[in-house]
Nanobody
Framework: EVQLVESGGGLVQPGGSLRLSCAAS????????MSWVRQRPGKGPEWVSE????????SYADAVKGRFTISRDNAKNTLYLQMSSLKPEDTAVYYC?????????RGQGTQVTVSS
């Protein structure tokens, strides 16, 4: 069974930093690209970032480019999202997502709240 478990969210002041983690199990992590998606209050899901299976290629939404960094450790089956210079508009539930055999899998999410 595919499992994705996000952690690392919390309350942070504007300008602060957080690192999110996503622990993966139930599939060969290193064989799949991974993404972070967020859902802000009252909004639909928004793609944030993705990383190819080897970690060599990444891409970012314009809203987070230059502030967020996605990475992965295939030996630890873990995906990361380093978030810096956080803004109130980054407040959202953050999910890690992967597609396996045309099925999207995501975790339960971790809440990030940016507020003074």
């Amino acid at each position: 069974e595919v499992q994705l478990v996000e952690s690392g969210g919390g309350l942070v002041q504007p300008g602060g930093s957080l690192r999110l983690s996503c622990a993966a199990s139930g599939f060969t992590f290193g064989n799949y690209g991974m993404s972070w998606v967020r859902q802000r209050p009252g909004k639909g899901p928004e793609w944030v970032s993705e990383i190819e299976r080897g970690g060599g290629r990444t891409s970012y939404a314009d809203a987070v480019k230059g502030r967020f960094t996605i990475s992965r450790d295939n030996a630890k089956n873990t995906l990361y999202l380093q978030m810096s210079s956080l803004k109130p508009e980054d407040t959202a539930v953050y999910y890690c997502v992967t597609e396996i055999s045309s099925i999207l899998h995501r975790g339960q999410g971790t809440q990030v709240t940016v507020s003074s």
